[in-house]
């Protein structure tokens, strides 16, 4: 099993910055690909952004490319999105996951609870 909890979310204006941390624990870090999705109520999960287990290769949605950047540190157990130029439309629920397998396609293993993050006009 391995444990998942975000951090960071908050409420921010359009324009504004905002750091989500995700800390892992259970098991090696670095086994596991990660990435973090989004969510609005009624609205389909959408994968934001993903990274594989040494940090080389990531993957970005098209609506967060040049906004958004995850990265990782496997000493710290922990994955980051760092969101820049936020909008309006960047308001949803956050979530972290992992997964074993190839790090960009198939199902994710492990879920954290979400943080909301909040981007007002």
């Known amino acids: 099993q391995v444990q998942l909890v975000e951090s960071g979310g908050g409420l921010v204006q359009a324009g504004g910055s905002l750091r989500l941390s995700c800390a892992a624990s259970?098991?090696?870090?670095?086994?596991?690909?990660m990435g973090w999705f989004r969510q609005n109520p009624g609205k389909e999960r959408e994968r934001v952004a993903a990274i594989s287990r040494s940090g080389g290769r990531s993957y970005y949605a098209d609506s967060v490319k040049a906004r958004f950047t995850i990265s990782r540190d496997n000493a710290k157990n922990t994955v980051y999105l760092q969101m820049n130029s936020l909008k309006s439309e960047d308001t949803a629920v956050y979530y972290c996951a992992a997964k074993t397998g190839a790090w960009d396609i198939g199902p994710y293993d492990y879920w954290g609870r979400g943080t909301q993050v909040t981007v007002s006009s």
């Open positions: 259970g098991r090696t870090f670095s086994n596991y690909a």
